[in-house]
């Protein structure tokens, strides 16, 4: 993702991060997410 990418996200969590766990938190919301649809 590119730094704006990044930031948007960071927003939406309600604080910013450092980049490195923007992207752990977006990979891990994603598989929650995935997880969740398939349950």
Do not use: K, S
């Not at 948007?8 to 923007?22: L, Q, T």
């Not at 752990?24 to 598989?31: D, I, K, L, Q, R």
Request: proline residues 3%; charged residues 20%; hydrophobic residues 50%.
């Amino acid at each position: 993702m590119n730094e704006r990418a990044n930031q948007r996200v960071a927003y939406f969590n309600g604080e910013i991060m450092p980049e490195h766990d923007v992207r752990v938190h977006f990979v891990t919301a994603a598989f929650y997410t995935v997880t969740a649809a398939l349950i």
